[in-house]
């Protein structure tokens, strides 16, 4: 798969996960990237600067990241595209660090939780909570203090210059990230895959009319969220995705699925996504 894109708007720095799934889905290793601090600021910048971007949206060990779906909602954004990569975290520490001399792990409290099996072997060592994984492996870098290290992807000991004193110490090997590709634009190919948003009719059976009519025209359901509407207490947006054998189109989803809803967005229309290993 190649996609040429001049940059791909992400959420961290260089060195995180994002960055290696947007060089996957670019096919380009020399991906220029541009990092945010948060998933707001990455859709702004697609909305209205006209960039690619790349977010997060599940996570196969703590499930769905919820506000991203508030995110997908707010704003004019198409999915144009997924990528599914396995994570896979690495202790990368000063050249001369050892396990037995590190006092202190930085990383992201989720990538904490995942290594937390390894670290049981390694009292002394202090986990520390930080905000980013790779901004964690550039401060170390920064610091040169051998005593501390962080944890990683292999990309960053690669950008920072930070060897790996560990490699793969996730406690759950089968651990995979959902990334979609975003756009302010819509894409007009129709594909095998799509992703919906609705709202439901105040009737008895109504997501179950929804989802049979689903079924009724060979739509494999992959995923279903549910989140609250703001200001309509009890009251709930779903989010789905469907996968069919053959293509599928904007004008037949709207055709085949409205009737059964109170109102209903069509988020995206792609291909489904590869796997990869980071």
Known sequence: MENNFEEIAIQGVEGSFHH?????????????????????????DVVYKNNIGLMAIENSLVGSLMDNYRVLN????????EVFLRIEQNLLGLAGASLSTLKEVHSHPMALAQCAEFFHHYPQIRLVETEDTAKSAAAIAHKKDEKIAAIASSLASEIYTLPILAKSIETHKQNYTRFLVISNQAPHEPARKASLSFT????????????????????NLTKIQSTPVIGEPWRYRFFVDLVSESNLTHEALISTLSDDVESLSILGIYEPGEHFTA
Not at 20 to 44: C, H, M, P, T
Not at 74 to 81: A, C, E, M, P, V
């Open 20 to 44: 290696i799934a947007a060089r996957l889905y670019s096919g380009n290793n020399n991906q220029v990237v541009k990092g945010f601090d948060d998933f707001e600021g990455l859709a702004l």
């Open 74 to 81: 707010k704003y004019d954004i198409h999915i144009i595209g």
């Open 200 to 219: 439901l009719k105040h009737e008895p059976g109504s997501l179950h009319k929804f989802l049979k009519k689903a079924l009724d025209n060979d739509l």
